[in-house]
């Protein structure tokens, strides 16, 4: 019994999908940092002369406003359009890195909408509770992968920065606009060799957390057992129902065939009841149909009631499986049915001379 309660079992789709419904989801903070960190450097080289611009406009209008006699709304004024010309610099960044974090989550949990995650829970104010997650084993390996990170990081951009240091007394012999373009290249190396490293921890966390999160969701076998029992429990009650349609379905049908017109047969296994007012229908309708036992029962409750009965197999088999109850027949069967209701309406004729 103690090993059926061990979690030992993959989640099932449903165990999944409840998770998410919690808001429990994969998630790697790794993969959304690293490609924050990409939207970011990439719009620092997109918008740098936009950025450049824009500051020289806010110290000229410092500058301005400096050789002007301050007041209190002189102050407040400048103050509000300073701060505006700043939201709007740095609005592409924000709206970027915005933009960047809800992709990232998409892409590693697909698109959720849950209230549930970010719901009040008075458990979540338990003191003890809170410091036993506060320095759980998760935590602690969480801060050793953090310091790792940043440590590796730094030891790469300086063994990195080193190698360029040879290069330093050349380069100081250039002109300016030179230096400056030596420094961009260099500058752009040391970001690419830190965006690989940082791709790789994204990755190494992504494998870590997509480990961690399945797990955390793993079942035991009596928990397999029991939401297949749910699942075939909830089937039975689906199958119940249909029956009892199906049976409704019957009743009717049944009920409407004393007032069909002719039953077409194949003649053993097929029987299609259909009734045909000209007056208020196009074409004949399909009352009743059955195989086998319920075409011998339409056949008999047909015969009670003195409908005629036709044989005509390759007709038969087209109105059982290509008509639905209750439907008119589609105009490509109308040449046969003509045929039919004549034989129908030589029946009734001599039915007529024959009755006394």
């Not at 592409?92 to 995650?117: H, R, Y």
């Not at 920065?161 to 290069?167: K, L, P, S, T, V």
């Not at 606009?177 to 965006?195: P, S």
């Not at 940082?198 to 870590?208: K, N, Q």
């Amino acid at each position: 019994m103690a090993d059926d309660q061990e979690k030992t079992e993959a989640p099932t789709p449903r165990k999944i999908e409840k998770a998410r419904e919690e808001g429990n989801v994969l998630k790697s903070p790794d993969v959304n940092a690293f490609l924050g960190l990409v939207v970011g450097l990439t719009l620092v080289f997109l918008c740098f002369n936009f950025w450049v611009k824009g500051l020289g406009g806010i110290f000229e209008e410092i500058y301005q406003n400096f050789q002007q006699d301050f007041t209190r709304a002189n102050a407040m004024s400048v103050a509000i359009s300073l701060a505006l010309e700043i939201l709007y610099l740095l609005a592409p960044i924000f709206g970027a890195l915005m933009l960047a974090g809800v992709i990232a989550n998409i892409a590693q949990s697909g698109f959720l909408l849950t209230g549930k995650a970010i719901a009040p829970k008075l458990e979540k104010l338990n003191f003890i509770s809170g410091m036993k997650n506060l320095i759980s084993m998760k935590k602690i390996l969480d801060g050793f992968l953090i310091t790792f990170k940043v440590m590796t990081a730094f030891v790469i951009a300086f063994f990195v920065f080193i190698g360029f240091m040879h290069e330093l007394t050349t380069v100081s012999l250039f002109p300016l606009g030179d230096q400056m373009l030596w420094f961009r290249d260099k500058a752009i190396i040391l970001i690419g060799v830190l965006l690989a490293f940082f791709l790789v921890m994204a990755s190494v966390d992504y494998l870590i957390k997509r480990y961690q999160y399945f797990k955390s969701l793993r079942m035991s076998k009596q928990e397999v057992k029991d939401e297949f029992k749910n699942q075939e429990g909830d089937q039975q009650v689906k199958g119940k129902i249909r029956s009892l349609m199906f049976q409704a379905a019957r009743r009717r049908m049944m009920q409407n065939l004393p007032s069909a017109d002719v039953v077409v047969t194949n003649p053993t296994h097929y029987a299609v009841a259909l009734r045909f007012d000209s007056t208020k229908e196009r074409a004949p309708r399909v009352l009743a149909k059955g195989v086998d036992f319920l075409a011998q029962r339409i056949k008999e409750i047909a015969t009670e009631h003195e409908i005629p009965i036709i044989e005509d197999p390759p007709l038969a088999r087209t109105l059982y499986k290509d008509v639905d109850l209750d439907m008119e027949i589609p105009t490509s069967l109308y040449e046969a049915m003509v045929r039919v209701l004549k034989q129908v309406y030589l029946i009734n004729e001599n039915k007529k001379r024959n009755s006394p």
